[in-house]
């Protein structure tokens, strides 16, 4: 029997709240984008070179979405508003273990 899609919970800036279906295997930068939700300009497509996705994760989820590589990193390092909590989502896979994760968007994107 097909599993039920996971739900994300996509919180703006402004507190907007959005609870998307998110596809497995997909990155949660290109869940985001697809689901129309404002917030994430992802410059380069995805590939972990302009730091224009990030995204805070619920601190629960973190050690699911795994750990930042050297690249991801040092992209995050030119961020200001950069948190402990601090992915680019385009380097994040999204799976089903991701079911019920609440993702922040930053004020902006550089
Ligand atoms: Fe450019 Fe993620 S989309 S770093």
Redesign the pocket.
């Known amino acids: 029997e097909k599993q039920a899609m996971p739900t994300i919970t996509v919180i703006e800036f402004s507190g907007q709240d959005h609870t998307i279906d998110v596809q497995s295997g997909m990155s949660l ?1 290109e869940n985001v984008v697809a689901s129309g939700v404002p917030g994430i300009d ?12 990030h995204c805070f994760l619920a601190e629960d989820f973190q050690a699911v979405a795994g750990e930042a590589d050297p690249m991801e990193e040092s ?1 995050l390092g030119m961020r200001p508003d950069r948190a402990d909590s601090s992915r ?3 380097q994040v896979q999204v799976s089903d273990d991701m079911d019920g994760m609440v993702v922040r968007l930053p004020e902006y994107q550089m």
């Open positions: 930068m992802a410059d380069c497509g995805g590939a972990g070179a302009c730091g224009t996705c992209m680019l989502s385009c």
